[in-house]
T-cell receptor
């Protein structure tokens, strides 16, 4: 099993550009999450999904959109990138109730917005 | 509202020294607590978890943590650290439902050989 994979690994954007980050998991997990990690701030939840076709906002959703059209994929979109969105983005997934907090993380995407 | 704080931002130890990383939480419901670790260049992974029962929980690689309800703490400990323990450690607590976690700011541990 590959676990949780993310593409791309690195990206540089100019202010105002858009992009989509792809997360894929092969563990048949119901729940998926997108976090951003900034120095001294830990991980903050952007959006999450509790199943195919469902999404919900986390702590810091502004400027991002997500979609979960297939159970194994969770896409994070930046509509109009801003320098404040420079960060490392992590995707995670977890099984159903009882183990939903045992999250499996991807390797991260380092995004720089200039 | 739930919150979690880690007061040690960067800890530097020599090999064989003992480790204790602090984690304090504020949580109104059933207490579940977690420690995650991120080794250099690797994925974040679950180190140990507390759901109920024995307040002293053991995780992978010789780590343990003690839940002290009266102090709202869940400190991570290891009797003797190794160079390979160099990593960033995150304490986390659930909020609401759906598997959502709030993470602490993280503690970077550097172990000198």
């Amino acid at each position: 099993n590959a676990g949780v994979t993310q593409t791309p690994k690195f990206r540089v954007l100019k202010t105002g550009q858009s992009m989509t980050l792809l997360c894929a998991q092969d563990m048949n997990h119901e729940y998926m999450y997108w976090y951003r990690q900034d120095p001294g701030m830990g991980l903050r939840l952007i959006h999450y999904s509790v199943g195919e076709g469902t999404t919900a906002k986390g702590e810091v959703p502004d400027g991002y959109n997500v979609s979960r059209l297939k159970k194994q994929n969770f896409l994070l979109g930046l509509e109009s990138a801003a320098p404040s969105q420079t960060s490392v983005y992590f995707c995670a997934s977890s099984p159903l109730r009882g183990r939903e907090y045992e999250q499996y993380f991807g390797p991260g995407t380092r995004l720089t917005v200039t | 509202a739930q919150s979690v704080s880690q007061h040690n931002h960067h800890v530097i130890l020599s090999e064989a020294a003992s480790l204790e990383l602090g984690c304090n939480y504020s949580y109104g419901g059933t207490v579940n607590l977690f420690w995650y670790v991120q080794y250099p260049g690797q994925h974040l992974q679950l180190l140990l978890k507390y759901f109920s029962g024995d307040p002293l929980v053991k995780g992978i690689k010789g780590f343990e943590a003690e839940f002290i309800k009266s102090k709202f703490s869940f400190n991570l400990r290891k009797p003797s650290v190794q160079w390979s323990d160099t990593a960033e450690y995150f304490c986390a607590v659930p909020y609401n439902q759906g598997g959502k976690l709030i993470f602490g700011q993280g503690t970077e541990l550097s172990v000198k050989p």
